[in-house]
């Protein structure tokens, strides 16, 4: 009998969401046996058929049925038919609010058998701690005059004292695990009220960490810098925008956006904290076993090491990696596509090869 049961939701969704979440859970399933622990899954069939059916991506009680739960493992959602802002209004964003997920972090590296796309070819391994649920992406706003010549929009955003400094705080107290630098991302020469006041606030924190180095760098430059030398940074501290865009350009330079993990932390574990692959449904892949399902793998390891399962993390990754070394790759990343003959196909729901 386990002794330690970790309560798990699974929201596998849509696309390749179906074939790397049933074959993620797999290997983690393995390494809690080993580790003699349990992971009780509970399945939710959410997403874009969830939407079709009954115009909402989850139940109206959705947030509710997630909140029983110690950690969500999500896999993708979204649908060409389906507009993108349902997908991240109608379920994203709530579950990142109403769970007060306030980092989103995002772990960059080069991994063994993937040729980075680096300037120089130093190794890559970096943090991106990006704050989740304030800053640009507010809801405050709206259009004005519609139709008229004086057609226009508003959008503000929105950075709170406390928003800035547990943001900061997370990534400074990363950095002490860590080679001990933060690198913070503005932009207060030209945003000119929510910038200054991101950069006190930051400033602030770190005088209560005096072994982190901060430095401050102007959010264009920082995206060139991440180009030119992505090995020089440790861990980037940023805002909900500015991190989503420097997340996804570091993802590119390490490889393949097929093996990048993300985790959508609620850090003093209040709420259910969720982790989910960078990637999204993959349309033009989906169904052909042709999907990378490191991410999402990756995105489970993280998960583990939240739940407080640090030796069965490192476990996962050590797989992953070992793998990679002997030249196990899906197409993303170098290997060879599957026999057509043998059409493999995930099915849906049942974890399964057909
Ligand atoms: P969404 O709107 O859900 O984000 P998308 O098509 O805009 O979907 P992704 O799903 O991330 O964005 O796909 C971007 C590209 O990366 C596609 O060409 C896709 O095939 C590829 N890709 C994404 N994930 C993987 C993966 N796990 N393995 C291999 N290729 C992937
Ligand atoms: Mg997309």
Same mark, same amino acid.
């Given at each position: 009998m386990s002794s330690r049961r970790h309560s798990i939701a699974v929201i596998a969704g849509d696309g390749i969401g179906q074939e790397v979440v049933p074959a993620a859970l797999q290997t983690l399933r393995l390494v809690a046996e080993r580790h003699d622990f349990a992971l009780d899954e509970r399945e939710y069939d959410w997403g874009s058929d969830h939407y079709r059916a009954h115009?909402?991506?989850?139940?109206?009680?959705g947030i509710e049925q997630l #909140?029983? $739960?110690? #950690?969500i493992f999500f896999g993708a959602v979204g649908a060409?038919?389906?507009?993108?802002v349902e997908t991240l209004w109608g379920l994203l964003i709530p579950m990142r609010r109403e769970f007060d997920q306030y980092i989103n972090l995002r772990p960059v590296r080069t991994l063994p058998g993937i040729p980075a796309?680096?300037?120089?070819?130093d190794d890559i391994d970096l943090v991106i701690v990006r704050e989740n649920v304030?800053?640009?992406?507010?809801s405050v706003g709206g259009r004005l005059?519609?139709?008229?010549?004086?057609a226009a929009a508003v959008q503000e955003a929105f950075f709170s004292h406390r928003g800035v400094t547990r943001a900061a705080e997370y990534a400074a107290t990363l950095a002490e695990s860590r080679r001990r630098r933060v690198t913070s991302a503005t932009k207060s020469n030209g945003i000119i009220h929510t910038m200054p006041f991101w950069d006190e606030v930051v400033a602030e924190v770190m005088q209560r960490h005096p072994d982190v180095t901060l430095e401050k760098v102007l959010i264009d430059a920082l995206a060139a810098k991440l180009v030119l030398a992505? #090995?020089?940074?440790d861990v980037i501290v940023a805002s909900n925008l500015f991190g989503d865009i420097l997340s996804d350009l570091a993802g590119a330079l390490a490889g393949s956006i097929g093996v990048a993990p993300s985790a959508n932390l609620n850090p003093e574990r209040r709420h259910p904290s969720m982790f989910e692959p960078v $990637?999204?449904?993959a349309p033009d892949i989906a169904?052909?076993?042709? #999907?990378?399902?490191i991410g999402q793998l990756w995105a489970g390891a993280m998960m583990l090491e939240h739940l407080g399962e640090q030796a069965a993390a490192d476990e996962v990754v050590a797989a992953f990696e070992g793998c990679l070394r002997d030249g196990i790759a899906t197409p993303d990343i170098g290997g060879r596509p599957p026999?057509?003959?043998?059409?493999t196909r995930w099915r849906r729901g049942s974890g399964s090869w057909a």
């Open positions: 115009g909402r991506m989850m139940p109206v009680d #909140a029983r $739960h110690d #950690a060409p038919d389906i507009p993108d796309r680096v300037v120089g070819g304030e800053g640009e992406y507010s005059y519609p139709g008229t010549p004086y992505p #090995a020089s940074f $990637h999204g449904s169904g052909q076993g042709l #999907a990378d399902p026999r057509r003959s043998s059409r």
